[in-house]
């Protein structure tokens, strides 16, 4: 008994060491926002020695014509679809390979299935020029539509996973009952896959707000910038030095909607992720 404790308590806080050195970080640059430029670079206290929000006052007027309210705005027009778009598809494309019976499925599949294997650098190219052939290029359309379309095969697997979970049982009563296919999905299955929607939401907002490549190759207009590309113009734009604390404060702003989508869903995204077996 007494050597389970004492290696349980060994474990605990070797968690507790390395859960400290990972949030470190972060935790560095969230009281770093509060300082001066001086305070950043003049000493190594965690603390700030003023606390100021003219870092977080300055840094969110952004370029003067479009401030941070603008980048925020815009990456919750491109993100809060796209997300939308990338779980209703894929829960329609995973039903029908999970449940339905059709010609080609197990082939279909494979090839689903196998695009999870492509480096994202190898269709870069192909997909630059299909977006500007059809002048979707400096808008959202390259984000939305292939979300609307299922064409993230990550998401399909995993709600595939899910579904094949499900006792097919249901299916069956629901047939004898009347039920057509689309029906089933609809109000029967769906709302057992609760989990696992939330999951794919949460992955793809994050991704999706996180993203700062492909951002920086189809949208060019300042006026339609994201967070990612507004903190990375606050860098371009300034002269002399620069003010790092005002970096800083975005930064901290633009990672808040991430954490808090995840704590307020964090038991349903454990809950879909232990049950599709999927690991982020």
Known sequence: ??????????????????????????????????????????????????????????????????????????????????????VLSSISVSYAFARLKFHFKKLLFSLVIATLMLPNAVIIIPRYMIFKNLNWIDSYLPFTVPALLACNSFFIFMMIQFFRGLPKELDESAYIDGCNSFTILVKILTPLCKPAIISAFLFQFMWTWNDFFNSLIYINSVSKFTVTLGLRMSLDNQSGDLPWNQVMA??????????????????HFVEGIATTGIKG
């Open 250 to 267: 975005m930064s901290v702003l633009t990672i808040v909607p991430c954490v808090l989508l995840f704590f307020f869903a964090q038991k």
């Open 1 to 86: 008994m007494t050597k389970a404790i004492l290696k349980n308590s060994i474990n605990y806080i070797l968690l507790i060491i390395v859960g400290i050195i990972m949030i470190y970080p972060f935790i560095w640059l969230c009281f770093a926002s509060f300082k001066s430029n001086k305070d950043i670079f003049g000493s190594l206290k965690l603390l700030p020695s003023e606390i100021s929000l003219k870092p977080f006052i300055e840094g969110w007027k952004g370029s003067g014509q479009y401030t941070y309210g603008d980048f925020f705005l815009n990456s919750a027009i491109l993100v809060i679809p796209t997300s939308l778009f990338t």
